[in-house]
C-alpha cells in the first residue's frame, strides 16, 4: 500500500497500516529510552495540559508519554492527529485510505474522553455531499486545530480543504487551496532521466498543475488560521507554501481577501506549529519532496524544520532530519520532534535545543 494517492492530477495522504515501533521521550530523558510498541506510521503529535505528550499511532490510537513511558489511552484505528482540551479530553482526526479497506473509524471528528471515543462528525460524508473544491470527491482529515469555544479545524488533506466543526458536531468549510502550475525538474531528476528520454516520468511536460494537499493547520496568535500545504504530484521542490485565512472565513476560494501567502518556498510542508516565541514551526517532510521517500527512486536527503518570523524570513531549527512529520511544544517551551516516523522500528520524539 502507499502512504500517497493519486487524486486527479495530485498525490494525498492517506494513513496506511505498515507495522512501525516507536521510542518515546520524555522532557528529561535522552532518547536511549525503551521502545514503545507502536503498531503503524505516527503521524500527529501533542502536548496536553498536563504536561504529558500524545502521539498519534495510526495502527492502534491515541498513546500518552509520561515520564519516558508510554501507553495507550484510547484505541482509534486510523488516527492522524489529536487536539487537547484538557486532562483525557481531547479532539481526534482519522484518515483513509482510497487503496482498499478502511476501519469504520475512517475519515471522521472523534472526541476522546477518558479512554472512550465519541464519533462527532463524518468527514468523509461532508466531502462526498458538499465536496468544497469541486474535485473528485476524497477524503483524508489529517491535522486538527482547536479554537475557543469548542470548535475546531480540521485540515483534510485529500479534499484540499480547510474544515471547521462546531461541539454539536455541525460540519463547514473555510477555505479551499488551489491547484498551481508547478515544475516537473524534481520527479525527472529522482527518476534518473536523461536528456531527450520520454520514458515514464521523463515524458512529463516541464510544467503541470499540482494540487495543494491542505495536510496541516495551526491557529497563530492573531487568530488567524495558518495552513501549510505539501504539494502533490509531481512533488516539486520549493513549491509549498503557508497561507493565512482570517479568523471567522466561510467559503473562501484562495486567494482571496481573506486567504493569502504569508510564506512561501519549501518543500512538502507536513506540519505547523505556532511556538511561545510567536514564531510559526513549518517542517518540511523532506528537501528532495515527498516522492524521494515513497517513489521508487529514492533519493531522500531529510527533512528541515523551520522558525518563521511572520511577514519576516525562517531560520533553520535542524536539518537533515529523517521523515520528520509533526512538532509541539511542552508547557516549558521545549520543542518536541516526531521522526523517522515511517520507518519500522524507528519513529522517535526528540527534544529540540
Known amino acids: 500500500m502507499s502512504l500517497w494517492r493519486n487524486r486527479a492530477s495530485g498525490l494525498v495522504l492517506s494513513a496506511v497500516v505498515v507495522g512501525l515501533l516507536w521510542a518515546p521521550v520524555h522532557a528529561k530523558q535522552s532518547d536511549e529510552v525503551p521502545f514503545y510498541p507502536f503498531g503503524t506510521p505516527t503521524f500527529g503529535l501533542s502536548d496536553a495540559p498536563d504536561g504529558s505528550l500524545l502521539v498519534a499511532d495510526a495502527g492502534s490510537g491515541i498513546v500518552e508519554l509520561r515520564n519516558g513511558e508510554g501507553a495507550l489511552v484510547a484505541a482509534l484505528p486510523g488516527v492522524t492527529d489529536i487536539a487537547p482540551i484538557g486532562r483525557g479530553v481531547m479532539y481526534a482526526t482519522t484518515g483513509g485510505s482510497p487503496d482498499g479497506p ?90 534518473h532521466c536523461t536528456p531527450g528520454s520520454m520514458v515514464g516520468f521523463c515524458g512529463l511536460p516541464p510544467m503541470m498543475p499540482a494540487q495543494p494537499v491542505t495536510a496541516s493547520v495551526a491557529v497563530g496568535p492573531d487568530g488567524a488560521y495558518y495552513v501549510g500545504e505539501l504539494k502533490g504530484f509531481p512533488a516539486p521542490t520549493g513549491a509549498s507554501k503557508v497561507w493565512r485565512i482570517a479568523a471567522g472565513t466561510r467559503h473562501a476560494h484562495c486567494p482571496s481577501a481573506a486567504c493569502s501567502v504569508v510564506a512561501s518556498g519549501f518543500t512538502s510542508i507536513i506540519d505547523v506549529a505556532f511556538g511561545p516565541d510567536g514564531k510559526l514551526y513549518v517542517v518540511e517532510l523532506d528537501e528532495h519532496s515527498w516522492f524521494a521517500i515513497e517513489g521508487p527512486f529514492g533519493g531522500a536527503i531529510g527533512g528541515t524544520v523551520n522558525a518563521c518570523q511572520l511577514g519576516g524570513s525562517c531560520s533553520v531549527v535542524a536539518a537533515g532530519v529523517t521523515m520528520p512529520i509533526a512538532v509541539t511544544f511542552d508547557k516549558r517551551g521545549q520543542l518536541f520532534l516526531l521522526k523517522n516516523a515511517l520507518i519500522p522500528g524507528a519513529a522517535q520524539v526528540s527534544a529540540i535545543p
Do not use: C, Y
Request: hydrophobic share 50%.
Open 102 to 191: 478502511n476501519p469504520p473509524t475512517a475519515r471522521s471528528l472523534w472526541r476522546v474522553s477518558r479512554g472512550s471515543t465519541k464519533l462527532v462528525a463524518d468527514l468523509g460524508a461532508f466531502e462526498a455531499t458538499v465536496n468544497p473544491d469541486g474535485g473528485a470527491i476524497d477524503s483524508n482529515p489529517f491535522d486538527v486545530a482547536l479554537l475557543n469555544g469548542g470548535s475546531v479545524l480540521v485540515a483534510d488533506a485529500a479534499a484540499n480543504a480547510l474544515l471547521i466543526v462546531d461541539a454539536d458536531g455541525a460540519v463547514d468549510w473555510v477555505a479551499t487551496l488551489p491547484n498551481e502550475l508547478v515544475s516537473t525538474a524534481n520527479i525527472k531528476l529522482l527518476a
